[in-house]
């Protein structure tokens, strides 16, 4: 394979285009850029134009096994290291990529379509605080003194598990990465990532970052589609964990593919989250808290958007108009320009599937839909994948917008009379990833929160993943946690005693 060294400059880049292009066709094996093996590629796409700005290497099972190998031998001198030690170098690609948010948050605007001021400058400053978090906590990869008998000494210790196989999505790619990188290798793993097929180029970015520090091959980033390389990659016999992020269909797919070789997987899956709003809420911070919570500024596309809130009947006509006259507040655009609140949809596969759904409910009786926002009047967007975002009000508990994920723009709103009654609406889903509630009397809010069948339940706030707070979720939303030192223990280490007889 043909090494590429120098493709991308060093100091950050103010230009988003010539970054992509210079990023185009490369994996990131071995800590170097290298093509494709097959010399494949497939296009990367603006949603918010239409044009394409980059090609993304097209991997296959070859390119998987290079990869793969190879982390595998880095693996081991990796694993030897003192664990703080390893957490002192993940610690310091931290501050790289601080250096780097804006460079990488445009990179992701240009790509996803997600807005740069609302979504991925944060997006990209969350990912440096997440290296931070995990980089500190080397030092805590403990074991333990049993107490079995007066004349042995018994023990346990935190050992790898070996090459962690990671498959990310498009939404929130750098985050998510972060999540499987960050800890992984803190604990002694190397690590392989498949990125996903619309969002490769700014994770491909951040690989190149960390090669600066990182030993090469303790990281390896894929590029391709699901069949041909992240089943490999999954299947690889030397993979030893897999950790994934998307849908419900795909998490059983990579859970029985696991389950073939008897390796244990953590599984982030999707969402129908509830938010639950009391009369006696503080009015104005719940309507705010709803606008976020909803992750529109993401267009919906976040697997803990509140696609279901529920509001007491006494308030429900009050907040369903300043809902509607907030979200016609925010702007939609250029995902690059600063003055934009709301990017667009990621791919037109993504559009169509979600103007379906909106069109089912508009044809429902009785159902209202309120379509917010304005479209962009700049020419040059005209073939951006933009979506005006829709609150829908008197759809009932059957209707496939309440009980599906859509990803996307799209809320349904519906009142309420009792707790308990509201309870069961909530729970009445096949998901279980998050959930809030918005009222000033705690009594309640933390009785219903331990009552609701979700992993992540906040009151009076609706704050998107953070560093040590786990996270994931029950039901059909997932298997195992993130985020946390309790994730990074349980999911990319196994315990071993080790026992000495002296007597």
Not at 181 to 207: D, H, M, Q, T, W
Not at 458 to 468: E, H, R, S, T
């Amino acid at each position: 394979m043909l090494d590429q060294p120098h493709r991308t400059p060093e100091a950050p880049s103010a230009d988003p285009f010539a970054l992509a292009k210079a990023l185009s066709g490369m994996h990131f094996i071995g800590g170097r850029y290298v093509p494709a093996i097959s010399g494949k590629t497939f296009p990367v796409v603006n949603p918010a134009t239409g044009i394409q700005v980059a090609e993304a290497a097209e991997g296959d099972a070859a390119d998987v096994d290079a990869a793969v190998q190879d982390a595998a031998r880095a693996q081991k001198a990796w694993a030897k290291m003192p664990a703080r030690k390893r957490g002192a170098l993940v610690y310091q690609c931290a501050a790289l990529l601080r250096a780097h948010q804006d460079e990488l948050g445009r990179l992701i605007a240009l790509e996803t379509g997600k807005a740069l001021r609302t979504e991925s400058r944060v997006e990209a400053g969350v990912v440096a605080d997440i290296f931070e978090f995990f980089g500190g906590l080397g030092g805590e990869l403990k074991g333990e003194s049993v107490p079995f008998a007066p004349d042995v000494l018994s023990v346990t210790v935190r050992e790898p598990l070996g090459v962690v196989g990671a498959i990310i999505p498009w939404n929130v790619p750098m985050l998510l990465m972060a999540l499987k990188i960050a800890p992984a290798l803190v604990a002694g793993n190397a690590v392989v990532v498949k990125s996903a097929e619309e969002a490769p180029l700014a994770v491909l970015r951040i690989c190149e970052l960390l090669g600066r520090i990182l030993p090469p091959g303790t990281f390896n980033m894929l590029s391709g589609q699901g069949p041909e390389c992240g089943a490999p990659l999954v299947a690889h016999p030397l993979v030893k964990k897999v950790t994934f992020t998307g849908s419900v269909e795909t998490g059983k797919i990579v859970a029985r593919a696991a389950a073939e070789k008897l390796v244990p997987v953590t599984l982030e899956l999707g969402g129908k989250s509830p938010m639950i709003v009391f009369a006696d809420c503080d009015f104005a911070k719940t309507v705010s808290g709803a606008l976020t919570s909803m992750r529109f500024t993401r267009q919906g596309q976040s697997c803990t958007a509140a696609s279901r809130i529920y509001v007491e009947r006494p308030i429900f006509s009050a907040f369903v108009a300043e809902m509607e006259k907030a979200v016609n507040n925010m702007v939609m655009g250029d995902p690059l320009d600063e003055k934009t609140d709301i990017g667009t949809i990621i791919s037109q596969g993504q559009f169509d599937k979600v103007q379906a759904f909106i069109e089912e409910g508009k044809a429902t009786p009785g159902a209202t839909a309120l379509e917010c926002s304005a479209m962009p009047s700049d020419p040059a967007l005209r073939k951006g994948l933009f979506l005006r975002p829709v609150i829908f009000t008197g759809l009932d508990g059957s209707s496939r917008l309440v009980r599906e994920e859509i990803f996307g723009p799209v809320t349904v709103i519906q009142p309420f009379d009792d707790a308990e009654a509201v309870l069961a609406e909530a729970n009445d889903s096949e998901y279980g990833l998050a959930a809030s509630l918005w009222t000033n009397n705690l009594k309640v809010g933390l009785d219903l929160a331990h009552r609701l069948e979700a992993g992540l339940v906040q009151i009076n706030q609706n704050l998107v993943v953070q560093a040590n707070l786990s996270y994931g979720g029950v039901k059909s939303s997932g298997l195992g946690k993130e985020a946390s030192l309790e994730a990074m223990l349980e999911h990319f280490t196994h315990k071993k005693t080790i026992m000495v007889n002296m007597g």
